[in-house]
């Protein structure tokens, strides 16, 4: 099994310019998660879906946009980058219920000058 | 609100020396705690959790944690590590809803 699936794993951008990070999870999970994290600071949740067809801010939503395009996928688009957006950015399911866990994807390592 | 703490950024062990990694939680609410492991330029993955039962919860890689409800600590430990055992270590809760809340991770470095 592939698990969580993030594309591209770097990615360096110029300030104003805009990209998708993209996500697919073969786990037929309900909720999926995007983080990012900065040194020091763990895992902080940008935005989330609990299910197909709906999507929450979650603690640092400034700044991005997010897609559920299907139960398998789920993209975080940032319309015009800045040097604060510099960061590993992660994609999670989970099944949704209380107490499961969470997959992780490799990462996306996003680098704006 | 739910938070959660950990007390150490980062912990230098000997290889093979006991360890314990500090996590400290605050919530109104019955709680289900994770630790995750995060080696090296991947992903997160889980280590082990505790959801009800017994206190004491078993892992891979020769880890356990313990609940200690009236301390509200959820602390790692390892009775001897090895090198392959460097990587950042994260405690996260889940309270009311399904999402985690995480702490801001500890770094276990292993001398040799």
């Known amino acids: 099994n592939a698990g969580v699936t993030q594309t591209p794993k770097f990615q360096v951008l110029k300030t104003g310019q805009s990209m998708t990070l993209q996500c697919a999870q073969d786990m037929n999970h309900n909720s999926m998660y995007w983080y990012r994290q900065d040194p020091g600071m763990g895992l902080r949740l940008i935005y989330y879906?609990?299910?197909?067809?709906?999507?929450d801010k979650g603690e640092v939503p400034n700044g991005y946009n997010v897609s559920r395009l299907n139960k398998r996928e789920f993209s975080l688009r940032l319309e015009s980058a800045a040097p604060s957006q510099t960061s590993v950015y992660f994609c999670?399911?989970?099944?949704?219920?209380?107490?499961?866990?969470?997959?992780f994807g490799q990462g996306t390592r996003l680098t704006v000058v | 609100a739910q938070s959660v703490t950990q007390l150490d950024s980062q912990v230098p062990v000997f290889e093979e020396a006991p360890v314990e990694l500090r996590c400290n939680y605050s919530?109104?609410?019955?709680?289900?705690l994770f630790w995750y492991v995060q080696y090296p330029n991947q992903g997160l993955q889980l280590l082990l959790k505790y959801l009800s039962g017994s206190t004491l919860v078993k892992g891979i890689n020769g880890f356990e944690a313990e609940f200690n409800k009236s301390q509200t600590s959820f602390h790692l430990r390892k009775p001897s590590v090895h090198i392959s055992d460097t990587a950042e270590y994260f405690c996260?809760?889940?309270?009311?809803?399904?999402?985690?809340?995480w702490g801001a991770g500890t770094k276990l470095i292993i001398k040799p």
């Open positions: 919530s109104s609410v019955s709680v289900y």
């Open positions: 879906s609990a299910s197909e067809g709906t999507t």
């Open positions: 996260a809760v889940s309270g009311s809803n399904y999402q985690l809340i």
């Open positions: 999670a399911s989970s099944e949704g219920a209380i107490g499961t866990e969470a997959f």
